[in-house]
């Protein structure tokens, strides 16, 4: 098993910066793909960034040029660079991690490219962006 543990989420102010960390344990060597997702109070969950195993990333249309997505594999740790923070940044953040085989299995969504469905998930981050 894999377990994902988020942190660095927080309260800020419009145009502040925040950078979530997601740190792996377990059998990480199963993982190949990871990404961030967001859900907003009452909305449904949206891939925010994708970072593939050959290193390759993509983001969701809204937080492009804003959000940066790394991962140190040798850490076992993913993180997600925000800045220029808006007011609808605002969301519980979760870390997501699987054994990517294929890109057939990919979906595109505003702008996120990767996995929908994750074997692994961790509990939230919670980001606060005041106007």
């Known amino acids: 098993q894999v377990q994902l543990v988020e942190s660095g989420g927080d309260s800020v102010e419009s145009g502040g910066s925040l950078t979530l960390s997601c740190v792996a344990s377990?059998?990480?060597?199963?993982?190949?793909?990871m990404a961030w997702f967001r859900q907003p109070p009452g909305k449904e969950r949206e891939g925010v960034a994708f970072i593939d195993s050959d290193g390759s990333t993509n983001y969701a249309n809204s937080v492009k040029g804003r959000f940066t997505i790394s991962r140190d594999k040798a850490k076992d740790t993913m993180l997600l660079q925000m800045n220029d923070l808006k007011p609808e940044d605002s969301a519980m953040y979760y870390c997501a991690a699987d054994q990517c085989t294929s890109r057939s299995q990919y979906t595109y969504s505003n702008g996120y490219y990767g996995l929908t469905e994750y074997n692994y998930w961790g509990r939230g981050t919670h980001v606060t962006v005041s106007s």
């Open positions: 377990g059998e990480t060597w199963k993982i190949t793909c």
